[in-house]
T-cell receptor
Framework: ELKVEQNPLFLSMQEGKNYTIYCNYS?????LYWYRQDPGKSLESLFVLLSNGAVKQEGRLMASLDTKARLSTLHITAAVHDLSATYFCAVDKASGGGADGLTFGKGTHLIIQP | DGGITQSPKYLFRKEGQNVTLSCEQN?????MYWYRQDPGQGLRLIYYSQIVNDFQKGDIAEGYSVSREKKESFPLTVTSAQKNPTAFYLCASRPWTGAQETQYFGPGTRLLVL
């Protein structure tokens, strides 16, 4: 059974600080997805990581993928309050991608305080 | 504007009642999905469809049914057999190839039991 584990599940941090969210998965998938969810809202796509060593950055967020370690990280630099949200990582159920759906982690609930 | 619409935004179900959640997309995507999200949890796959007139069970299909008569539409019926239907339901779509493409999510339907 494919498993996706995120940690931490809850994170409270101060503005201006740096922190990293970790996503471990149990399959040999070479692609991984990060999403953001605001309270009561749907999911917004942040990053699609398609190969080993992939790194993508958008503003204060940077995601990376190590397929050998089956690990992805989402790094937050100089956090600001607007980044407060729940962040999910997800992996394709079928190896090599395809249309079989995603398996999600439980999410990291991030609160950034002034 | 291209996108995914879900209706209604809120839905109330009485004991023993079947209810249907609507999902429509105008992105010309082949694959469509239904996920369920419980409070503080990640998303779990209910059903998915890769082409018209074909669909597959996901991880938690019991108590649910779907149809895919048109490419644009993928309605989900929550039957009376689903004993704990209270959750946030999210519909998603994705191009058939899936290559370098994330899943795009609708705004969601929140189902409550009276």
């Amino acid at each position: 059974e494919l498993k996706v584990e995120q940690n931490p599940l809850f994170l409270s941090m101060q503005e201006g600080k740096n922190y990293t969210i970790y996503c471990n998965y149990s399959t040999t998938s070479d692609r991984l997805y990060w999403y953001r969810q605001d309270p009561g809202k749907s999911l917004e796509s942040l990053f699609v990581l398609l190969s080993n060593g992939a790194v993508k950055q958008e503003g204060r967020l940077m995601a990376s993928l190590d397929t050998k370690a089956r690990l992805s990280t989402l790094h937050i630099t100089a956090a600001v309050h607007d980044l407060s949200a729940t962040y999910f990582c997800a992996v394709d159920k079928a190896s090599g991608g395809g249309a079989d759906g995603l398996t999600f982690g439980k999410g990291t609930h991030l609160i950034i305080q002034p | 504007d291209g996108g995914i619409t879900q209706s209604p935004k809120y839905l109330f179900r009485k004991e023993g009642q079947n209810v249907t959640l609507s999902c429509e997309q105008n992105l010309n995507h082949d694959a469509m999905y239904w996920y369920r999200q419980d409070p503080g949890q990640g998303l779990r796959l209910i059903y998915y469809s890769q082409i018209v007139n074909d669909f597959q069970k996901g991880d938690i299909a019991e108590g649910y049914s779907v149809s895919r008569e048109k490419k644009e539409s993928f309605p989900l019926t929550v039957t009376s057999a689903q004993k704990n239907p209270t959750a946030f339901y999210l519909c998603a779509s994705r191009p058939w190839t899936g290559a370098q493409e994330t899943q795009y999510f609708g705004p969601g339907t929140r189902l409550l039991v009276l």
